[in-house]
């Protein structure tokens, strides 16, 4: 029965164009910046002293050179590497707190529920750049930071999703049978509750990838996320707070921002497809 | 109804004391104080940084001047800044104006549109205004307010020269309203354009869910007219979620447009708040994070008695 319900999911998904188009989109610029730097051989780096500072595009550098005189279109993969592991990596992070605590405070209610709620209510009303921002200046600003401090940070929706789930889940006829033939609280958590409470958080993941992406470029572009000489979209596009790169040399600041929206809406639309998949309401 | 205001504000009182102290915590024990960075510079001799660290209070243990400075609050002093030595409640008052104007201007202009649109989307799925409604909430959902703003500085201020690049005001001139509202529209812009894309969302899904209601079929064949069923049964049915939705957009009032302001050079919180962290002036940064905490509880228990407002089922406890 529940790999019917699997495979119909996944038939749902194949045919919503949205979603495939989605998942076209991230497996086309994931291989990419996994691919082409090995493939090309270039070097996001060191600085081309025959091409020069701040060249235009050109055939050897096709997205033009920086500042320094690195490539661009180097800089641009490598940052897409940065990005995508920053997302990912964070929301694995907001995962593995998130169902946990919406576990314990679902399951357990009391005084674990209020406390565990009211700190996700508290964490949710606070606008979470400023605490963002406060965390990475006070940790120091890099990769391991920036992907941490997300990921801590994100768990409050995982936990209210998982919370809702199993407070709904505990009153069904099968957890009360487990209880009754006498299983002990760990197995009934993780082979009866869990299993049954995760699916809606599958579709809350893309999104979380895709709203962690947002959130690692803007700080980049702040200058308080990942630092030169490692790339990252945000901190390419950081060159074009100067006015003068920003009139002057388009090249520079579009790619990665194009990059970042298709990024984004494409884990977007895989997070709808995925939703959509798993509603029994929908066709 | 004064006690459930009573009980409601003695239940935000830990909430206000946990975040202000976490955060004071953490800025005091992360590594490289104003202290170190004096310190490193080998301009001050050691007796001299013992008798400033003496002077800024820095000797006593954490949890005294956590005291000494929630104390120094409740008589309206927040402290001085390390970068400019002015008061910090001078210097964050001096900010929220040109906050507010930014953020209220774009939220408000998200509210007047983005509702009336949702509505319309619901009334009529799949016409030019829900396609126009479902457009606006990907942009606002896909595009980074960062690279957003960019687009429009070098489209629309630096190529038309339509619009000024940054500031409040233009520089030597006096400051007049037609001048204020020309530097604003770019920046709040892109501050309405994230919210008014979940208030379509929302409002969309909301009255389409009330549609389907009995009580609205009933309205429908006691001879009702279309838009009285929408808009006196439906919507005000439809409209708590909504009221959810935008409420959560209040904290972002006082310190959500901390890119945007920093972009625009608008002289702001957000950008007070960029400027205080690179440089750790730890008090002003403990001020801003006190007024976002403040707003944010303030903004909870109106949001509540909104919301009994509304639902006459939603009783004063």
């Known amino acids: 029965m529940k790999h019917i319900m699997q495979s119909q999911a996944m038939k749902k998904f194949i045919r919503n164009k949205r979603a495939m188009t989605g998942l076209a989109v991230v497996a086309l610029l994931t291989l990419s910046v996994l691919l082409l730097p090995l493939v090309l051989d270039l070097d996001p780096y060191t600085t081309d002293r025959e091409a020069g500072f701040n060249q235009p595009p050109s055939a050897a550098h096709i997205f033009g050179t920086d500042d320094v005189g690195r490539d661009l279109f180097a800089r641009a993969l490598y940052g897409g590497r940065t990005s995508l592991f920053v997302g990912i990596t964070a929301t694995i992070i907001s995962v593995l707190i998130g169902i946990p605590l919406g576990l314990i405070a679902g399951y357990f209610r009391g005084i674990a529920e209020s406390i565990i709620m009211r700190t996700a209510d508290a964490f949710m009303s606070f606008p979470s750049m400023v605490l963002i921002l406060v965390l990475v200046a006070v940790f120091g600003p890099s990769i391991l930071t920036v992907t941490v401090v997300i990921g801590v940070l994100g768990w409050t929706s995982i936990a209210k999703l998982i919370y809702g789930n199993v407070l709904s889940i505990r009153e069904r006829e099968y957890i009360e049978a487990a209880r009754a033939v006498g299983q002990r609280t760990g197995p009934i958590l993780f082979s009866e509750v869990l299993p049954n409470a995760i699916p809606p958080v599958w579709a809350n993941l893309s999104f979380r990838v895709a709203g962690a992406v947002l959130t690692e470029s803007s700080l980049s572009f702040l200058g308080m996320g990942v630092q030169t000489p490692q790339a990252s979209w945000g901190n390419i596009i950081f060159a074009a707070q100067n006015l003068l790169v920003l009139t002057a040399r388009p090249w520079v600041w579009l790619p990665p921002g194009i990059c970042i929206i298709l990024v984004v809406i494409g884990f977007n639309f895989i997070g709808e497809g995925v939703r959509d998949a798993l509603d029994p309401k929908t066709r | 109804m004064f006690k459930y205001v009573c009980k409601r504000l003695l239940y935000a009182i830990p909430v206000f004391l946990g975040i202000t102290f976490a955060v004071y915590a953490l800025i005091n024990l992360a590594p490289g104080g104003p202290l170190a960075i004096l310190a490193s510079s080998g301009e001050m001799s050691l007796s001299d940084l013992e008798a400033l660290k003496v002077s800024l209070g820095l000797d006593k243990p954490l949890i005294v001047r956590y005291f000494l400075w929630l104390g120094g609050l409740f008589q309206g002093d927040l402290g001085t800044s390390y970068r ?234």
């Open chain 2, 84 to 317: 400019t030595s002015q008061e910090v409640g001078m210097m964050i008052a001096q900010r929220i104006r040109p906050s507010l104007l930014l953020t209220g201007t774009g939220i408000l202009g998200a509210i007047l549109i983005g509702i009336p649109l949702g509505i319309l989307s619901a009334y009529k799925p799949n016409s030019a205004w829900d396609h126009l409604g479902s457009f606006v909430s990907f942009i606002g959902a896909s595009f980074p307010s960062f690279f957003l703003s960019l687009l429009l500085i070098y489209a629309l201020a630096v190529k038309l020269g339509a619009f000024p690049t940054s500031g409040m005001y233009a520089s030597g001139g006096g400051e007049s309203l037609g001048d204020l509202l020309h530097h604003l529209a770019l920046p709040a812009f892109v501050c309405g354009i994230q919210p008014i894309g979940n208030y379509i969302k929302q409002t969309r899904s909301s009255v389409m869910e009330v549609l389907n209601e009995e009580y609205i079929k009933t309205a429908r064949s006691k001879g009702l007219t279309n838009t009285v069923v929408v808009i006196k049964h439906a919507f005000r049915n439809a409209l708590i979620p909504v009221v959810t939705t935008v409420s959560l957009s209040i904290p972002f009032l006082v310190g959500g447009a901390v890119v945007v302001e920093q972009i625009f050079a608008w002289p702001g919180i957000g950008s007070l708040m960029i400027t205080s962290i690179q440089s750790r002036d730890y008090p002003v940064i403990m001020g801003v994070t006190m007024l976002i905490c403040g707003v944010v509880l303030a903004a909870n228990l109106v949001l509540d008695l909104i919301y009994a407002a509304l639902d006459p089922r939603i009783q004063f406890r």
